[in-house]
């Protein structure tokens, strides 16, 4: 099975800095773009970031120019460094990861979420 961990959440007050990490167990060869989403209550579920098997990323534009994704491919692994952090951040974390399959096909997969709170 694929099974994806996170951690790195916590309570910070605003300005603060975390950094979320995410590793899936398992050796994987077909793993594609890997994210962070996040859902506050109350609210959908939104796209915080992207970063595909290239490296290139997309970011929503509410934390653009404050969050950085990275991956690491040997630890199956995707990074959410966030800085400059604001209330409105406050949301559980999920990670994604996206493994490619035959014909266009691919599959995702969920962390467990972690808790982010960001405090006035």
């Known amino acids: 099975q694929v099974q994806l961990v996170e951690s790195g959440g916590g309570l910070v007050q605003a300005g603060g800095s975390l950094r979320l990490s995410c590793a899936a167990s398992?050796?994987?060869?077909?793993?594609?773009?890997m994210g962070w989403y996040r859902q506050a209550p109350g609210n959908q579920r939104e796209l915080v970031a992207t970063i595909t098997s290239g490296g290139a990323t997309n970011y929503a534009e509410s934390v653009k120019g404050r969050f950085t994704i990275s991956r690491e491919n040997a630890k199956n692994a995707v990074y959410l460094q966030m800085d400059s952090l604001k209330p409105e951040d406050t949301a559980v974390y999920y990670c994604?990861?996206?493994?490619?399959?035959?014909?266009?096909?691919?599959?995702?997969?969920w962390g467990q979420g972690t808790q982010v709170t960001v405090s006035s």
């Open positions: 994604n990861i996206r493994l490619s399959l035959l014909y266009n096909d691919y599959k995702d997969y």
């Open positions: 398992g050796s994987f060869f077909n793993i594609n773009t």
